[in-house]
């Protein structure tokens, strides 16, 4: 994972390089480092923590710089300290060298450069010395051959004092390049440099890149220079801030009803066409496999509910399990559901679902991402940036589009009530949430239970519940309960029920547990608790709601840092 960040030319570095990197943090937040180039020497400064820490430094030092590379951190290799965040420098200070990725055979590359100090316990330090190392073949070789060498993914900037120069390396992990009139900027993600820049070149695996004075040459392995025109990128960012929320979580899921509507707007108009040519292909397959990691697999295992519902063959396959034991071939859509478009657990089932013979399609939120440049046909969820790690206006934006889909496949489809119901859902139960977040904050183990439909959303609370809440929780089929998991259920057990209408088969499941002791919470339009529409369609989105505006208000009342839980990241890119 992490945030790789640079720039070079006449804007001020610093502030420059300060902005990109607080647009990097989804990326990994443990620790932050940046070096700067002031004619041939390098500044570095780097520790645990967020770019916050060493705001003033970044800001004092880049100010008399002409370019510098930056780096937000999520721990893989080594954990968070002063030593393992990046950049990482040469024996000579000659090169400073910030990476994304995992370098798989680092040890074996260490163990060949003998004479030479590491200071920390990263993957990453390897290739600073190992390109040191051979740098008297010249730096450009030495990088190919670092390439030829390393295994696994990585995206490195690497910044040469002696010549200059800074070089770019590209493989498996995504890198991109912002041509501004007398600036280049660098970032793992063009969001970071977009109010600066909308030409973009994204880099290639196997391709590294030579930025020197502001021109930038890319090249492959053997040397052949690989011309390309920038992509121009429309960003239309609505807003990067918290306008007045404590969190951008509470902001998101405010901006829950907004976001489906203006969604439904534009799947019925500019985006209509797209939408039939999505459908088209997958009813042009025989059967349509579903591949998410995390939230957006609890969307897919609703999504692939919905479309065997009309009468299309899917399943759901969740990315991380994702092998070539599963049957696909040349009939087969593979269907990858993604917020970032970055998850590289997806990244691996495309690709093994390509070589397979499947034609892939997406449905993806972050514009220009490697799924989406990845995939044969794709469709955005328009939900706009989402910041907090946990995923929620996101989540409803994908099922929104997923069951829209699977309405326009039987012929039907129109958007109701909807935003207003939630509008409403939102505005009637901050109080009674806030509540049952007081009676359920101090609690170690949370049960949800849902049936059907509702089973993806109990497991989705209980994700949130865990991420934000820091609380053990179980998301499970109600009918289950009974299998095993009742044993656990004593006096005051919180047991939270997902209950659409009042003749529910869960219903049943419920009484069981209060039977037992349970504290039993129903969320339901007929709860004493919660005031929710009778709508039985739409309860997935209200239900859902209300578990994320819950596990918002226990992560608010524990004092935990709701935006950035511990040891995550917005956008996961390793395996
Ligand atoms: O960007 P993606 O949708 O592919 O991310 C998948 C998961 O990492 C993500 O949904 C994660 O589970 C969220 N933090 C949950 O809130």
Same mark, same amino acid.
């Given at each position: ?28 937040? %443990? ?210 801030? *918290? ?183 939102? *505005? ?134 709701? %935006? ?12």
């Amino acid at each position: 994972m992490c945030g790789i960040a640079g720039h070079y030319g006449s804007s001020d570095t610093g502030e420059v390089l300060l902005d990109m990197l607080k647009r990097l943090e989804y990326r990994g937040y %443990d620790s932050t480092g940046a070096a700067f180039l002031s004619g041939s020497d390098i500044s570095t400064v780097k520790g645990t923590g967020d770019i916050e820490k060493i705001k003033e430094n970044v800001v004092f030092l880049g100010s008399v710089a002409d370019g510098g590379i930056g780096h937000t951190r999520w721990a893989t290799h080594g954990r968070a300290s002063d030593e393992n965040a990046h950049p990482h420098s040469s024996c000579e200070n000659r090169f400073s060298l910030v990476h994304n990725g995992i370098i798989e055979n680092h040890r074996k590359i260490k163990s060949e450069l003998g004479g030479h100090k590491f200071y920390s316990e990263t993957d990453s330090e390897v290739a600073v010395h190992y390109i040191e190392e051979k740098s008297t073949l010249g730096v450009e070789n030495a990088v190919v051959s670092f390439m030829e060498k390393a295994k696994g993914s990585y995206a490195v900037a690497l910044m040469d004092s002696k010549e200059e120069r800074v070089f770019l390396l590209k493989n498996g992990s995504p890198l991109a390049i912002g041509i501004g009139k007398k600036d280049v900027f660098i970032a793992s993600d063009p969001f970071a440099f977009h109010s600066y820049t909308d030409r973009v070149l994204f880099l290639r695996d196997g391709e590294y890149a030579v930025v020197d004075n502001c021109d930038v040459t890319i090249k492959n392995l053997d040397g052949a220079v690989q011309k390309r025109k920038p992509e121009v990128l429309e960003w239309k960012e609505r807003s990067f801030g *918290k306008n007045g929320y404590r969190h951008y979580m509470q902001k998101e899921i405010r901006e829950i009803p907004g976001c489906i509507e203006r969604l439904e707007k534009l799947l019925e108009t500019v985006e209509s066409e797209k939408v039939d040519g999505f459908i088209d292909a997958l009813l042009g397959k025989d059967k349509v496999v579903l591949t998410a990691s995390g939230t957006s697999h609890h969307a897919s295992m609703l999504g692939s509910r919905f479309l065997r519902k009309v009468g299309v063959d899917a399943r759901v396959v969740v990315a991380s399990e994702f092998g070539e034991n599963f049957e696909i071939d040349e009939e087969t859509l593979l269907l990858a559901v993604s917020q970032s478009g970055e998850t590289k657990d997806v990244l691996d089932a495309i690709e093994t679902a390509r070589k397979m013979g499947a034609d892939i399609a997406s449905i993806t939120n972050t514009p220009h991402s490697t799924i989406q440049r990845r995939s044969d046909v794709n469709l955005g969820i328009h939900a706009g940036r989402e910041f907090c790690v946990a995923a929620t206006k996101t989540f409803t934006n994908q099922v929104y589009t997923l069951r829209k889909i699977s309405k326009r496949i039987r012929g039907r489809s129109s958007v109701g009530n909807l935003p207003s119901n939630l509008k409403n859902t939102i *505005k009637k139960n901050g109080e009674a949430v806030k509540k049952v977040a007081e009676e359920l904050k101090n609690k170690e183990d949370i049960y949800i239970l849902g049936k059907g439909e509702m089973h993806p959303v109990a497991e989705e609370i209980s994700l949130k519940l865990k991420e934000i809440a820091y609380i053990h929780a179980e998301g499970m089929m109600g009918g289950e309960l009974k299998h095993g998991t009742l044993a656990l259920i004593e006096e005051g057990t919180p047991v939270i029920s997902l209950v659409p209408r009042r003749n529910s088969d869960i219903v049943s499941n419920l009484k069981e547990v209060k039977s037992r002791g349970a504290n039993s919470i129903e969320i339901s339009p007929f709860s004493d608790r919660f005031e929710l529409p009778d709508e039985d369609e739409d309860f997935i989105f209200f239900s859902a709601v209300l578990g994320f505006m819950l596990t918002y208000w226990i992560g608010r009342k524990k004092g935990l840092p709701v %935006d950035r839980p511990r040891n995550l990241a917005k956008s996961v890119t390793v395996r």
